[in-house]
T-cell receptor, first 111, second 111 residues
């Protein structure tokens, strides 16, 4: 069964550094999402992406964040200058019709 | 008022019991309702997706939506220890839009 994959599974970075989280959505899906989950808290929406542009974003998704689909398979989330409060699980999701399917997540630890 | 609320649990039941998990939401604009299962430090796994009020059944799982009360439920029959996880409800107001998640209910099924 096709699934969303994410790399790396765990990323440790120092405050102020740039990180890029990578996702490979399900191959025939056209809509892509990033969510995050701070430890012990709710899953929160960050951004949605369709047809090579952002279709919706939350207040969390400020100028420090960007998304890109650099080729036909990858979907990336970049955080330009990480802060301690960016430490969280980051989930990529994709959909073809209505249901959103999630990847296993990247655990980002900012020290 | 929080948009989507769930009792955090934990809910502990013996193997074979019928489990009832519940979620309330505040915004009547929400039209689409999902249940996800999340194992510790893993991505949310889609279990059920419903659109209208009423019941939807899939194997041991039944999702129930009551839009008039803004109340959604997930029933698990013949619960198994492998069902032990956190169950997240999620809603959106238009198919494919950002999902708003509840905080999740932690379920423990004891052998």
């Amino acid at each position: 069964e096709p699934e969303v994959t994410q790399t790396p599974s765990h990323q440790v970075t120092q405050m102020g550094q740039e990180v890029i989280l990578r996702c490979v959505p399900i191959s025939n899906h056209l809509y892509f999402y990033w969510y995050r989950q701070i430890l012990g808290q709710k899953v929160e929406f960050l951004v949605s992406f369709y047809n090579n542009e952002i279709s919706e974003k939350s207040e969390i998704f400020d100028d420090q964040f960007s998304v890109e689909r650099p080729d036909g398979s990858n979907f990336t989330l970049k955080i330009r200058s990480t802060k301690l409060e960016d430490s969280a699980m980051y989930f990529c999701a994709s959909r073809q019709q209505y249901e959103q399917y999630f990847g296993p997540g990247t655990r980002l630890t900012v020290t | 008022q929080k948009e989507v609320e769930q009792d955090p649990g934990p809910l502990s039941v013996p193997e074979g019991a019928i489990v009832s998990l519940n979620c309330t939401y505040s915004n009547s604009a929400f039209q689409y309702f999902m249940w996800y299962r999340q194992y510790s430090r893993k991505g949310p796994e889609l279990l059920m997706y419903t659109y209208s009020s009423g019941n939807k059944e899939d194997g041991r799982f039944t999702a129930q939506v009551d839009k008039s009360s803004k109340y959604i439920s997930l029933f698990i029959r013949d619960s198994q220890p492998s069902d032990s996880a956190t169950y997240l409800c999620a809603v959106n107001n238009n198919a494919g839009n950002m999902l708003t998640f509840g905080g999740g209910t932690r379920l423990m099924v004891k052998p």
